[in-house]
């Protein structure tokens, strides 16, 4: 099993994690017993870094996990997140990072989880409002008060970054990383190193693009969230797909698939790089897992990353 060490304390973690929120929200309907399953077989294959955050349901990917953890604490790396306001009905509320905020999530996702301590807790998205300073520091507080081990931010830019691990050290960055989001390589990645910072790529697998198994929106649930982000237009996915089979065509050469060639891209990027893939299916889960031991050779490295980086993709990330 590969491992990075996160951030100058080292948090070491599996390269390869488990990210838990289409579980429960935005890719369509899926089923709890399952899931716990799903997480049973994770923790057996030593996939025990897990990722999840309170507005993922909203919150009932918190109380799922509370019940995976239920009895082996101690065994799984708990990611979660706050800082995205969301009603008990799914309505979007706005951003929020004012400390009394940040130290009410923390309480509520502990009791949802069911457990005394989470292991890395993020900032999910930085509130223009509050200086970052003052978020950090109340995350501070909190690792002081034994609440949570370590801090992370996602999605932050490479000065913020900066203001936030002055004020205590940040041990992760979570930000999206893949062959069809590479803008976080500019500055934000190599600030993140200057730093010490883990970087821990969300939606390594391009929300499910780049495994070639989406094709076209029907390939989607009716109410899969995917259908409104402008990458899954049917303009975009038509054009998209030149990128998938340039991914296709690496898999088809060295007898894998293509999630596993897109996952492995991306852990190429650096021993200090951990991906989070999403799934709920236990093939994905073993396929995905068995990418830390998939090698790019160089000139698969060098067409995949020339081509990815002049490669121009239709639709924004949200
Ligand atoms: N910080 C943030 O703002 C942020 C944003 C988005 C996501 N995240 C985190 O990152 C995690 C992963 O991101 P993500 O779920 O958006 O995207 P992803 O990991 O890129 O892709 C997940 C999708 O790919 C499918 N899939 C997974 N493995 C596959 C395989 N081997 N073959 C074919 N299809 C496969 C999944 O299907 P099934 O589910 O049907 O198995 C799911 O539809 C999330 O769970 C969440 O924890 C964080």
Redesign the pocket.
């Known amino acids: 099993m590969k491992i990075v060490k996160l951030g100058q304390q080292g948090l070491s973690v599996p390269a390869v994690g488990l990210?838990?929120?289409?579980m429960s929200d935005f890719?369509g309907s899926s089923d709890e017993a399952e899931n716990l399953k799903l997480l049973d077989e994770a923790l057996e294959l030593g996939c025990n870094f897990w990722?999840?955050?309170d507005m993922y349901g909203p919150f009932t990917n918190e109380l799922l996990l509370g019940k995976a953890l239920a009895g082996r604490r101690d065994r799984i790396i708990l990611a979660t997140?706050f800082g995205i306001k969301r009603s008990e009905d799914g309505k979007w509320l706005g951003i929020s990072g004012s400390p009394e905020y940040v130290k009410a999530c923390c309480d509520a996702s502990l009791k949802r989880l069911d457990i005394d301590y989470i292991d890395l807790y993020?900032q999910?998205r930085l509130d223009p409002e509050v200086p970052i300073e003052d978020t950090v520091g109340a995350m501070a507080e909190l690792v002081q008060a034994g609440k949570i081990r370590y801090i992370g931010l996602?999605?932050a830019s490479a000065e913020e970054l900066e203001r936030a691990h002055k004020t205590h050290p940040v041990t992760a960055l979570?930000t999206?990383l893949?062959l069809w989001s590479r803008d976080v390589e500019d500055e934000i990645l190599p600030m993140a190193r200057e730093l010490g910072i883990g970087f821990v790529a969300?939606?390594?697998?391009?929300?499910?693009f780049l495994?070639g198994?989406i094709k076209k929106r029907e390939d989607l649930e009716e109410d899969d969230w995917r259908l409104s982000n402008p990458r899954f237009s049917e303009e975009a996915i038509a054009n998209n797909q030149r990128l998938v089979e340039k991914v296709e065509a690496i898999a088809k050469i060295k007898k894998v698939?293509p999630?596993q060639v897109a996952l492995a891209w991306v852990l190429s990027k650096g021993d200090d790089i951990a991906a989070?893939?999403?799934?709920?299916?236990a093939k994905?889960l073993k396929?995905?897992w068995s990418s830390q031991n998939i090698v790019l050779g160089e000139e698969e490295k060098k067409v995949l990353d020339e081509f990815s980086s002049t490669f121009i993709v239709v639709g924004e990330r949200y």
């Open positions: 990210g838990c929120m289409g890719y990722d999840t955050a997140k993020y999910h996602s999605e979570q999206e893949s969300y939606s390594p697998l391009g929300r499910g495994t198994a698939t999630s989070i893939p999403g799934t709920r299916h994905y396929l995905n």
